[in-house]
């Protein structure tokens, strides 16, 4: 036995291999027991922290993240280990060591205040915060842990601020307060003069569930390597009093912000493209069939009585025709001008220039197939162009989780429709 080190076979194996790594990594045992998937485990960390030291020599130094103490039951603990004479970066670690709350506020001194960092996920590296060393210092960033002992690592690193002077990435704002509710908004802008294309994106959720944080970091990354903005909003939910047409008003109330603001994120209002998932493509194809008509404009705000216009709709499995939901009952209450019904979506009326619809074949509860081809055909009567892809083998759940797979596929369609329809 050696103190302070503990087995290869450990029921637990990557929660205890991680939360030595604030010290020296030595696990005890016989490797040739470990399964595959282990030892792919166990690989993947030691090449990512043999990186970590060539980059940072993080293992001369170490410090205790604020407001965090040793390893103890119940509680949450930390460490970082950050190059204090270069200032350019280093690792930290958390762990949640059957702590009741689920998530903590991360704090970070020994960082240049001026200069801009990237917290990136180990796991996955991908960005979740940038922030200069003051903000990180004094307003820090959130991470939430499902699992009652889990453990996380992030790199810390600086970012070259002649590159990225102007890239703003996840970067949260407001849009409007209700008492006890606010609509949030996660901007990401490319580095440039711009002005740059935009993508609002409305999450999903049976309107009842989500936040602008559905969408990840890899997918804001994915449009900002197109150089495209990407904003993910939010609406007010059934528990919020959300009751239709309310999140209809509050993703039209977003655009109109969105606009406003668009030169201070040097974004172009005029090329707004809106999409959704799920509830959210519900949303999305109702902003871009209604954004030129009175009927669902907000009716709070500075955004009253106004009416616009947007470029194109990407619908990611969209609830078109709500008489084939039982549960569509719960949202669209005693309105029934749905996409199958109402005039306003059989007029041809619509400015908004182009609609892609996204859909599984095996969709049979939110989003048959039938229905997505039927609004395809209401859609060429308005004069748009549309455009329609159903994935074999795939239904609403993987839709709406976003499988790695289906978003591959949908990516493929997704890129030249922008490149035709935003740029």
């Known amino acids: 036995c050696v103190l302070g080190n503990l087995a290869l076979d450990s029921k637990n194996l990557e929660f205890d291999f991680l939360s030595l790594v604030g010290t020296l990594p030595i696990m005890l045992g016989d490797p040739r027991k470990l399964s595959d998937n282990e030892r792919k485990m166990l690989k993947s960390w030691s090449t990512w922290l043999r990186k970590m030291q060539e980059t940072y020599d993080y293992m001369v130094y170490r410090q205790d993240l604020p407001c965090f103490g040793e390893p103890t039951e119940g509680h949450w603990d930390g460490w970082a280990r950050i190059n204090t004479d270069t200032q350019e970066g280093g690792i930290i670690g958390v762990f949640r060591q059957g702590a009741i709350e689920e998530g903590r506020l991360i704090t970070i001194n020994w960082l240049k205040a001026d200069e801009i960092y990237a917290v990136i996920n180990a796991r996955d590296g991908d960005i979740i915060k940038e922030m200069t060393g003051d903000q990180l210092k004094n307003e820090g960033f959130r991470v939430s842990m499902e699992r009652e002992y889990q453990g996380k690592l992030f790199e810390i690193k600086k970012i070259d601020k002649r590159e990225e002077s102007k890239r703003v990435f996840m970067e949260e704002h407001t849009t409007w307060s209700f008492p006890g509710r606010e609509l949030k908004a996660l901007i990401s802008v490319p580095p440039g003069p711009g002005p740059f294309p935009v993508v609002m994106a409305i999450h999903g959720g049976a309107f009842n569930g989500g936040n602008c ?130 005039s306003v979506y059989l007029s041809a009326g619509t400015t908004t220039k182009a609609f892609l619809l996204l859909g599984g074949e095996d969709d049979v509860d939110w989003s048959p197939a039938l229905s997505a081809r039927t609004m395809q055909k209401r859609l060429k009567k308005t004069g748009s162009h549309s455009e329609l892809y159903l994935r074999e083998e795939t239904d609403h759940v993987g839709l709406y989780k976003m499988e790695k797979e289906f978003v591959r596929w949908a990516f493929e369609k997704i890129d030249p429709f922008l490149d035709k329809y935003s740029k």
């Not at 039209?252 to 974004?267: G, Q, R, T």
């Not at 172009?268 to 030129?292: F, I, K, W």
């Not at 709070?300 to 616009?308: D, F, K, L, S, V």
Request: proline letters at 4%.
């Open 213 to 342: 944080h559905r969408f990840s970091p890899g997918m804001h990354q994915h449009f900002l390597d197109m150089e495209i903005a990407f904003i993910s909003v939010e609406y007010r939910l059934l528990k919020d009093g959300g009751k239709h047409p309310v999140a209809i008003r509050d993703c039209l109330h977003n655009v109109y912000w969105i606009k406003d603001h668009a030169l201070d994120f040097h974004m172009d209002p005029e090329r707004l493209t809106v999409m959704g998932s799920s509830a959210g493509a519900y949303l999305a194809m109702m902003v871009g069939l209604t954004c030129n008509d009175t009927l669902y404009q907000p009716g709070y705000g500075p955004y009253q009585n106004r009416t616009t216009s947007i470029q194109a709709v990407i619908s990611h499995a969209a609830m078109y025709d709500w008489k084939a939901i039982e549960e569509g009952e719960s949202y669209i209450g005693e309105y029934r001008d749905d996409m199958s019904a109402s």
